[in-house]
């Protein structure tokens, strides 16, 4: 069912909204779908139906976008490129540097972090570090740590 039925709009109410939707700029939606002026516009936006109708329109019009490669696309195509599959980027420094960045998405880097941990309680300073380093640990799925003396 389109939008202009489930909601009960006229042509230009539904023209107002796939622009709005697209642009976000209530004039250039305005005329475009025939109104006189912006006034027109933020007039339509106070209308319940014309929210609503919004609403639904915003998710399919990002999936026609192609302004913003989503994470999936990038990781797509940094894999073409590792693999040669993308003309002009044969070199193979080019293709190591996408093989990087493809393995920073994913996460698949240790991180390390040294830290003076004087406390004599171990489990202590590994739940602090733990708690410091969540943020990285929700990006690389998993977190441990070590607590070995560095230099002795």
Not at 48 to 64: F, G, M, N, T
């Amino acid at each position: 069912m389109t939008i202009r039925r489930r909601y009960k709009l006229t042509k230009r109410q539904a023209s107002f909204v796939s622009h709005y939707a697209s642009s976000g700029i209530v004039s250039e939606a305005s005329l475009k779908a025939g109104y006189a002026g912006a006034q027109e516009g933020h007039r339509l936006l106070k209308q319940e139906k014309i929210r609503l109708a919004l609403q639904d329109a915003r998710p399919s019009v990002r999936r026609k976008t192609v302004a913003i490669a989503d994470r999936g696309e990038r990781q797509e195509w940094l894999t073409r490129i590792i693999r040669g599959h993308e003309s002009g980027m044969e070199d193979p420094a080019v293709r190591l540097k996408a093989c990087d960045m493809l393995c920073r998405m994913q996460g698949d880097y240790v991180i390390r972090v040294e830290a003076d941990v004087t406390a004599i309680d171990k489990t202590a300073a590994r739940e602090r570090l733990t708690r410091l380093l969540r943020g990285t640990a929700e990006r690389a799925g998993a977190i441990t740590v070590d607590l070995e003396p560095i230099g002795e």
